[in-house]
């Protein structure tokens, strides 16, 4: 019995799907030449279209892969070329060695050379390299975005050789400078290394305990002028929050985890991180909630098969100790440990540690990082981002505000006990001068003087004491000196008048302007 259509293996048939999934490619192709998302779209499902068709076409699987890059479907160009991605070649390989049986002795030690690899990786074209390291590096995988493009690189200038070599001189076309080896990528190639560079030496200046030196490098990255990934951003942000903590700064520690978390609310690095260092503060009623919450994601990772039974136990081990804690009389807050500052600290140190952190965490200021943070197509809304660390940087500002306002009132306390007892050695200064009373003539007491000295020499009185104790110990010093240089001023006056005229001389206290 025959058919009117012909069946779908005859070489007629796959000839005509080839020349409509031609048709598509250079439809899609000037749809992407327009630069708009929306004809990006549409080149989309032509190039779909195409590939139902002709799944061999290389041409339409580049297409596609620059469409999903242009449209910001990062992950979906990681799905579509997984197969060059050097850290899922290692685990496929890992795992395919761990499941396998050990190797023999004979033929473990032997490693060959695989001239079919190379082949492959040249016949599959630069191009998958290049969008594939674009795509690795907008995930947050900056050491396979590298190898990528620099394979990529690679790869472009030995087909560019090649070109060169088959062709003669008046024959080789012109060359393209969107589409020269030296200008694949050049700028994302800069910018991985400098963040890996930066990276690594803030880890080693971390491990060698060097903290400051750590910041820095660490808010190079954060701070730089150019977008960095957001999950190498979160990365970032954990890992001078580490360094915060080993300089004793624990606020800033706490609002890079809060930024972490805003980036990523399921992260268990940074949930442990902010858990401990809450911990540490005695901020024990937070630290719980971020321990229950570390325990949802245990327990699901656990049901994945992606952590050990054990780990799970002893986090709910800490969880109940921490409870016993909160509701004994350990559950105080270390004030000191969350401002930064020492114990006994002055008024002017309380301020000025008090005036920093607010400043640097409020929280109109907190969600500012997000603009620095290039995010990927399937990310969740920014806005939402920014609330969630601005909430979570409100919280932090209260905390710092009871905090300030409960070492405020020790130093008050202080203050006010160091005021009585210097009035106290005050008082006691006051009752040892008048007690001792020694401002007459020739060692006499006061009244004694008042007594032996005649009228005419006009002796003044016991002048009476100023109302403040203050005033009053500056007038009996004064009075000493005063009464000791009329003395002696007297003297000199009788004897000058038995060396002279032989009489004497009256001299009258309260005439003298001493």
Known sequence: MTSSSPPRTTKNWWQSNRKIAAKYVE??????????LSNASS?????????????????????????????????????????????????SQASKSSSSTSPSPDT????????????KKVAAGHWRYTVLGQACFHLGMLEDAMALLQT????????????????????LPFSDPSSSPSSLAPAELAHIRFLLRRRAAALAALAAGHPGESLRHFSKILDGRRGTPCAFAAGCLLGRAAAHGAAARTAEALADCNRALALDPSSIPALRLRAD?????????????????LKLLYGASFHRGELAAGELEALAARIQALRRRAGGAAGAADNHMLMGVRRGCSRQELERAHRLLSLRNRPERAAAFVDRVEFAGEHRDLESVREQARMSAMLLCRQLQKAYASIMAEVM????????????????????????????????????AERRTPPEFGIVGRVPLPETKAAAAAAV??????????RDLAIVGNLLSQAAVNRTIPVKYEALSC
């Open 27 to 36: 439809d899609s192709r000037a749809l992407m030449a327009t630069g708009e």
């Open 43 to 91: 080149a989309l499902s032509l190039l779909e279209s195409a590939l139902a068709l002709h799944p061999l076409s290389e041409a339409a699987l580049e297409l596609k892969a620059r469409c999903l890059l242009r449209l910001r479907r990062f992950r979906d160009v990681a799905e579509l070329l997984r197969d060059h991605i050097p850290s899922f070649q290692a685990s």
């Open 108 to 119: 473990s030690k032997i490693r060959c050379f695989s001239f079919l690899e190379l082949r």
């Open 152 to 171: 990529g690189r690679r790869l472009a200038a030995a087909a560019s050789r090649r070109e060169s070599r088959r062709r003669s001189d008046d024959k």
């Open 277 to 293: 260092l809450l911990e540490g503060a005695g901020c024990l009623a937070e630290c719980l909630r971020d321990l229950d919450h």
């Open 413 to 448: 306390a202080e203050e006010q006990a160091e005021a009585g007892r210097k009035q106290q050695q005050l008082d006691a200064a006051v009752a040892a001068t008048e007690r001792e009373d020694g401002v007459g003539c020739g060692g006499f007491t006061e009244n004694e």
């Open 477 to 486: 010093v004064a009075s000493v000196f005063q009464g000791v240089f009329c």
